[in-house]
């Protein structure tokens, strides 16, 4: 089986049933993997904070929402996830390419990997980063968790997770 069909396996099997994203070369498998499904109604997102008000809204009308999106959108979306996902106490699993760390091509996205974890953790939201293949083994608990707490939740996923940028 592979990543991106055991990742999205572990979304249904938890009643996620909504999911907005965006475009992301890393978790482009995943993408693809969730629109063959017809168990989750995905609608893709221009920005990460828009992506975030269509999960509430989702949220609001009875589903289980998720977003997948890259860490160099986090600073965009810190009101968004402490004004309204937080406030209201609302459950997001955050499936997040973690770009920015080291063999990373594009010198652009170093900069945000330097602060994603620090403004993670200054929201007070749970951090898990996967780093090989085997660590998606905890998605299932985790998803679990971010519904049994109602609270947001970030999943890293470096580039050794979905097997390097190319050259290694």
């Known amino acids: 089986m592979s990543i991106h069909t055991k990742i999205v396996d572990d979304l ?3 009643d996620i049933s909504f999911v907005t994203t965006v475009p992301c070369k890393q978790l482009a498998g995943v993408i693809d993997e969730i629109d063959a499904r017809s168990e989750i109604y995905h609608i893709p997102s221009n920005k990460e904070d828009e992506g975030m008000g269509l999960c509430a809204g989702a949220f609001m009308g009875g ?30 699993p955050m ?32 951090t898990y980063h996967f780093h090989k293949e085997s660590d998606a083994n ?24 979905w097997g390097g940028y190319g050259d290694q």
């Open 12 to 14: 249904v099997a938890n």
């Open 138 to 161: 905890e998605l299932d608990a985790i998803l679990k968790y971010t519904f049994m707490c109602n609270k947001p939740v970030a999943i890293l996923t470096d580039a050794s997770f």
């Open 63 to 92: 589903k289980r929402p998720a977003i997948i999106m890259q860490n160099t959108a986090i600073g965009v979306t810190i009101n968004t996830l402490a004004t309204l996902t937080q406030f209201y106490r609302m459950p997001l």
């Open 95 to 126: 499936l997040i390419s973690y770009r920015g760390e080291l063999r990373e091509p594009v010198a652009c996205q170093v900069e945000m990997a330097v602060h994603t974890k620090a403004l993670l953790n200054q929201l007070n939201i749970p």
